[in-house]
């Protein structure tokens, strides 16, 4: 995969990056998975139950990217599998270089 098909679902936003997300929630590994249609799936091993998938996402996000967890909230989705994350610490660039690494 090359880093420009990650420009559908990664894209600058003001000050900050959003990635458009999948989440496969229940997995049994945390992994991100490639694209399906605009959007970035990743599975989690959370259940999504009272914010669980929500916060590991965050997390595996923040880990992935190596920013703090506080660079990296939801901004859109929080009650679906379709989700917006906000990354506040590097540009969409950045970010898509990250991912392209990680899923080749």
Do not use: W
């Not at 000050?15 to 997300?21: M, P, S």
């Not at 880990?63 to 703090?68: F, I, N, Q, T, V």
């Amino acid at each position: 995969m090359h880093p420009e098909e990650l420009k559908c679902c990664v894209t600058q936003k003001d000050d900050a990056t959003v990635i458009a997300v999948l989440v496969q929630p229940r997995a049994s590994k945390n992994a991100l998975c490639g694209l399906q249609g605009e959007e970035l799936k990743v599975r989690l091993t959370s259940p999504p139950v009272d914010g669980a998938a929500n916060k590991m996402c965050c997390t595996f996000f923040a880990r992935l990217l190596g920013c703090a967890k506080s660079g990296v909230s939801i901004e859109r989705g929080h009650t679906s599998r379709h989700k917006q994350l906000r990354i506040e610490t590097y540009s969409a660039a950045e970010v898509r270089k990250v991912l392209h690494n990680t899923l080749t």
